[in-house]
T-cell receptor, first 117, second 112 residues
Framework: NAGVMQNPRHLVRRRGQEARLRCSPMKGHSHVYWYRQLPEEGLKFMVYLQKENIIDESGMPKERFSAEFPKEGPSILRIQQVVRGDSAAYFCASSPKQGNSGANVLTFGAGSRLTVL | GESVGLHLPTLSVQEGDNSIINCAYS??????FIWYKQESGKGPQFIID?????DKRQGQRVTVLLNKTVKHLSLQIAATQPGDSAVYFCAEASQAGTALIFGKGTTLSVSS
């Protein structure tokens, strides 16, 4: 039973390019969360999605960032026109239900590390 | 600002000692708390959780204590081992919220 799968594990982009990060949740999980972690800091919530719906995007920057979780396929976090400040580790987590109750602990992937040159 | 934080950024202990990692939270509406462990280059791994109707919960070698009066959470690790070296995060959630909110983390270093 594979856990949360994220790819790529490492991504290097030049300023102005686009970055696409993919996340496949655990089997049976229909809720996906994206978090960003800057060096030496904690995880910052970005967005919470269910299949084909964005439930909470209160942590997403207003520009250049978008996320989707289509009916088929992985969830995608897309960063357009990347800047050096976007360099971070991006973690995806999944849960079978909304992840704010004791029975639905978030399971995290290994993360995608974005470096912007 | 953040609603969850930790008292100390780093903690160094000797192998075999007991470790105590502390966390303060500010959101009175939070009713669910989790401790995660993150090893270098990996994602956070669930350790133990506790609901607000409990004061204490024990797992294997770990105990979480919750003091709602002072909004304080702690993780106790018994007989700390080198493999326990990692960054430890507390996280909180509320029924009204949709996602876990994390603190900055405490780096635990265990020396042999």
């Amino acid at each position: 039973n594979a856990g949360v799968m994220q790819n790529p594990r490492h991504l290097v982009r030049r300023r102005g390019q686009e970055a696409r990060l993919r996340c496949s949740p655990m089997k049976g999980h229909s809720h996906v969360y994206w978090y960003r972690q800057l060096p030496e800091e904690g995880l910052k919530f970005m967005v919470y999605l269910q299949k084909e719906n964005i439930i909470d995007e209160s942590g997403m920057p207003k520009e250049r960032f978008s996320a989707e979780f289509p009916k088929e396929g992985p969830s995608i976090l897309r960063i357009q026109q990347v800047v050096r400040g976007d360099s971070a580790a991006y973690f995806c987590a999944s849960s079978p239900k909304q992840g704010n109750s004791g029975a639905n602990v978030l399971t995290f992937g290994a993360g995608s590390r974005l470096t912007v040159l | 600002g953040e609603s969850v934080g930790l008292h100390l950024p780093t903690l160094s202990v000797q192998e075999g000692d007991n470790s105590i990692i502390n966390c303060a939270y500010s959101n009175s509406a939070s009713d669910y708390f989790i401790w995660y462990k993150q090893e270098s280059g990996k994602g956070p791994q669930f350790i133990i959780d506790i609901r607000s109707n409990m004061d204490k919960r024990q797992g294997q070698r770990v105990t979480v204590l919750l003091n709602k009066t002072v909004k304080h959470l702690s993780l106790q690790i018994a007989a700390t081992q080198p493999g326990d070296s990692a960054v430890y995060f507390c996280a909180e959630a509320s029924q009204a919220g949709t996602a876990l909110i994390f603190g900055k983390g405490t780096t635990l270093s265990v020396s042999s």
